[in-house]
């Protein structure tokens, strides 16, 4: 069975429309790849978000090691992808990015996965990268919440 994967990003959306259009598109778990789970935006840190996505049936999973580490958020909102790119590209060789890495492949092959972060665009996000390293030959769906 080939893999499939979804991914969303938070940045216009409220609490209730991700995870409306988290339970349309049938998603099991919720992958948080935020480095830092926070969020100055209501119900999108780590203890809200779990509750809202515990309610809906879903189970929520933090994988710290695949966020981006401060470079290259900080270059990520300076639009410098060329940045993001590097500082990202080193953090997933890292051990333990590489552990979350084959963790989520087999979630995947379990369970409707989605990848969140706060970008909503996910071609100029560290989602993009990520599934560049760890997620080639999968079937890639990108969500719009609000």
Do not use: N, W
């Given at each position: 069975?080939?893999?499939?994967?979804?991914?969303?990003?938070?940045?216009r959306?409220?609490?209730?429309?991700l995870?409306?259009?988290l339970?349309?598109?049938?998603v099991?778990?919720?992958?948080?790849?935020?480095?830092l789970?926070n969020?100055?935006?209501?119900?999108?840190?780590?203890?809200?978000?779990?509750?809202?996505?515990?309610?809906?049936?879903?189970?929520?999973?933090h994988?710290?090691?695949?966020?981006?580490?401060?470079?290259?958020?900080d270059?990520?909102?300076?639009?410098?992808?060329?940045?993001?790119?590097?500082?990202y590209?080193?953090q997933?060789?890292?051990?333990?990015a590489?552990?979350q890495m084959a963790?989520?492949?087999?979630?995947?092959?379990?369970q409707?996965?989605?990848?969140?972060?706060?970008?909503?665009?996910?071609?100029?996000c560290?989602?993009?990268?990520?599934?560049?390293?760890?997620?080639?030959?999968?079937a890639?769906?990108?969500?719009?919440?609000?």
């Open positions: 069975m080939a893999l499939a994967l979804t991914t969303i990003g938070y940045a959306a409220t609490q209730a429309s995870i409306e259009a339970k349309e598109a049938g099991e778990v919720l992958a948080d790849i935020r480095a789970p969020s100055r935006r209501a119900g999108f840190s780590k203890s809200s978000l779990r509750a809202a996505a515990h309610e809906a049936g879903m189970e929520y999973r994988f710290k090691h695949l966020g981006t580490p401060k470079e290259g958020r270059a990520a909102r300076r639009g410098d992808y060329p940045t993001l790119r590097r500082v590209e080193g997933l060789e890292l051990p333990e590489l552990a963790e989520i492949q087999a979630l995947a092959r379990e409707r996965v989605c990848l969140l972060c706060y970008c909503e665009e996910a071609e100029r560290h989602r993009s990268l990520l599934i560049e390293q760890a997620f080639a030959d999968t890639i769906t990108h969500l719009h919440a609000g």
